[in-house]
DNA sequence: CATGGCGATAACCAAAAGTGATCATGTCGG
DNA sequence: CCGACATGATCACTTTTGGTTATCGCCATG
């Protein structure tokens, strides 16, 4: 059955009158003739009466009027549900973030939800390692994840500051990494910061050190606080600096001494949810002024347009 | 939207793979997969992701799958229910029966109630030229009316029999309508069985006489009690004689004096609840003897074909 | 590196649906 | 009573659609 016929039948039952109805479907009544002959030869039974007086619906046409309109309304409604559904108004959008959450990703949900309310924004804290796992079983759309990332994965680098040196008072004349020798090391909790600790690892290698892990801790100010109290050194980045502990911080002289951050989804995603998401992600970035964030410099050469995947997205908003 | 792409859809939707949906579908891959392209384009979004690793939903996929088994279903439900509707199982017949109710009509309407449980069997009481007016705006299906009729209703005559000439003991020199002379006649209500009435005028006037009419009463039994009162004379149908009252019956020797009913309908009517109906009516009149039934002489020839009107009902049944 | 599975694409063909012209019929006004 | 009009069916024809086979490109796998 074809709901061409089945709307055009619906009109013929309101007008009762073939040409009027033609008319108003756009359409020659010789056409809407057939419509209405191949419905009722679908059906098995004459849906109207043609009689000199007039046009009339017979019983079963009488029948299938009173359901054709809620029929036809539905179709409409499952039609524009897909629609919007396609337009990545509705749905649901995964969304990770690890231990170093910027404020900058809090304001993006609070604009995407608000620019698509009906989008279920499902967040989920994880480590970048497994934010990638998930992104690529689509457990999530988006991951806020520490950069590099892994070929598969597109990126847009969101923040990046230096890490620094954190010393204890007592430790003045250490002045920078390659001075570490058997100073313990104070590093984030591993298993939720591999990459991390790998770029922390390929620094004292880098500076021909190799220092003890002292201790693995959940957050930064967790570190500071160890390192404070002269358990040993830390690498934090910048911004969870605080003066307030007597820590003596050093700038590190080496390119790899970058803590980045980047939002991370699939390469060529095309749902529409998600892109709509990177757009409410890039015009937040474009409304943050470039100097209020860290300088960009990401480990592999920023964002690329990775195959000119998002067909929308204009990476080039982070070529300052 | 087709009915048969959103098919096609939810078939894939379940098999996720192009080639065995088609098969299932009895139709080649490139025909499906021409119908989802279509279906996207009419949604405006990818349905399905075809990756190398398979064939797997999008969320706008998603969503529609979810709804669109829902309204095939619906779809389906609809259909069959006008196809229902159209051979004549569900719905409402409008039958109409006048002052003469035979028991015929009682045994076809439960034969038909039983047969079609589905359709709502309208009794409604009134006479016979009202029955057709009522035939004639579709309030009425069927009128177990008086014949004849108006020559735009076909009809099958369903009994017939002759009208006697009923006497007071007192006046046994009657010996027919003739000699009626000044003796009253007591006749059904006028308004209720107007063709019963014109047709006595006209059988009296064949005999040269017109005697004045005494009375009009609902029923046969009152108007027998009343020429056994010695009220007047009556005419009546043969079946309606008493034995016990003390009258006189006179057979009439003329074509007229015939008492004929029949079931009527719209020439050319082509409900199927209608022809059920009549089918109905005809089996059961097959089924009853013509013996037992008063002999059939139908004034306009009996009942014929009318046009052609009933596809299947078969006239001759009445030939004999 | 050849192979096989899978979906897209191309070329082609048949069926369907649309169109304008015309027909048949019934109604209505003069 | 007759011609004009209205209405839906029918016809001949064109365009569009949907389907088929053959083939391609891609990728995973042995």
């Keep these: 059955?074809?709901?061409?016929?089945?709307?055009?039948?619906?009109?013929?039952?309101?007008?009762?009158?073939?040409?009027?109805?033609?008319?108003?479907?756009h359409l020659s009544q010789p056409a809407l003739s057939k419509q209405i002959r191949k419905l009722e030869e679908e059906i098995g039974a004459a849906l109207f009466r043609r009689d000199s007086s007039g046009t009339t619906l017979t019983a079963a046409g009488a029948v299938l009027a009173r359901?054709?309109?809620?029929?036809?309304?539905?179709?409409?409604?499952?039609?524009?549900?897909?629609?919007?559904?396609?337009?990545?108004?509705?749905?649901?959008?995964?969304?990770?973030?690890?231990?170093?959450t910027y404020d900058l990703m809090p304001r993006v949900i609070a604009r995407f939800r608000a620019l698509y309310p009906g989008i279920q924004v499902s967040l989920r804290d994880m480590p970048s390692v497994e934010q990638v796992d998930a992104l690529r079983a689509r457990r999530l759309d988006i991951g806020f994840v520490r950069l590099p990332t892994p070929a598969d994965m597109t990126v847009l680098p969101v923040a990046s500051e230096r890490l620094v040196l954190a010393l204890p008072a007592a430790a003045a004349d250490i002045a920078g990494i390659g001075d570490l020798r058997?100073?313990?090391?104070?590093?984030?909790?591993?298993?939720?910061?591999q990459s991390v600790f790998d770029q922390v690892m390929a620094l004292c290698a880098a500076f021909h050190v190799s220092p003890p892990i002292q201790q693995e801790v959940p957050e930064f100010s967790t570190a500071l606080a160890l390192v404070a109290s002269g358990a040993g050194a830390s690498l934090v980045p910048r911004s969870a600096k605080r003066d307030d502990l007597g820590i003596i911080y050093r700038d590190i002289d080496h390119a790899a001494a970058e803590w980045s951050v980047g939002a991370a989804w699939r390469t060529g995603e095309c749902e529409p949810a998600v892109l709509n998401f990177l757009r409410c992600l890039e015009t937040e970035l474009s409304a943050c002024p470039a100097g209020q964030r860290s300088h960009l410099r990401g480990p592999r050469g920023a964002a690329a347009p990775a195959g000119g995947a998002g067909p929308t997205l204009r990476y080039q908003l982070f070529s300052d």
């Design 182 to 193: 058997a100073m313990p090391l104070i590093l984030l909790d591993r298993r939720r910061t």
């Design 1 to 25: 059955m074809d709901f061409r016929c089945l709307n055009s039948f619906a009109v013929l039952a309101n007008q009762l009158h073939f040409g009027r109805a033609a008319t108003l479907l």
């Design 67 to 100: 359901d054709a309109g809620d029929l036809l309304a539905r179709c409409q409604e499952t039609l524009s549900r897909a629609r919007r559904a396609g337009r990545g108004e509705t749905g649901t959008i995964g969304i990770g973030f690890g231990i170093a």
